[in-house]
């Protein structure tokens, strides 16, 4: 079973990406099991002189990602970036390798913020995370408040959060079976 960390970069309760991991982790199937990583809020600001010796949120978080096989990541845009909470929290994993190699699937909730995208792939490039492209999509929702029931009964909407599961699933396992060989 690929176990998949799913993280987003919004703190808001009624977060149109957070809906959007949360309708995935309905939609897995037996392949899969998704997780939802509620600790970006509990993160202190990244300190590089506690780097080596984080506070216990930090290690907590670190754990969450080196214990799964596959991350799956959507987050809203503002200032034509990233949101601080994710920024703060990838800065946290930058160092300690969390990321290097690990199959990382980015969602993106509407088209409009093609700038989040964008910055949010290539800030995990640069931590060596790899990329599944057929796993990262533009999820276009109708509205900015959405919740996940809505996403679930939208046919279009649930068939490609079950392609961008799968294809995440596909590559951790094609990944796995390369490392046996």
Known sequence: MCKILAISGSLRQASSNSAL???AKTLTNAQAAISLCNSLGALPLFNPDIENHPPTS????????????????????????????????????????????????????????????????????TMDAR???????????????????????????SALMREAIQALVHATEKEFANTLH
Do not use: C, M
């Open 131 to 157: 990329i599944i492209p057929t796993a990262s999509l533009i999820i276009p929702l109708p509205h900015n408040r959405i919740d996940e029931k809505e996403i679930l009964v939208d046919p279009i909407l």
């Open 58 to 125: 930090v290690t907590y978080f670190r754990s969450q990602i080196a214990t799964s096989d596959a991350i799956l990541i959507a987050s809203p845009e503002y200032a034509h970036g990233i949101t601080g909470a994710l920024k703060n929290a990838l800065d946290w994993v930058v160092g300690s390798g969390e990321f290097f190699q690990k199959p990382v699937a980015v969602l993106n909730a509407t088209a409009r913020s093609s700038h989040a995208y964008e910055s949010l792939k290539e800030i995990l490039k």
């Open 21 to 23: 991991l949360r309708a």
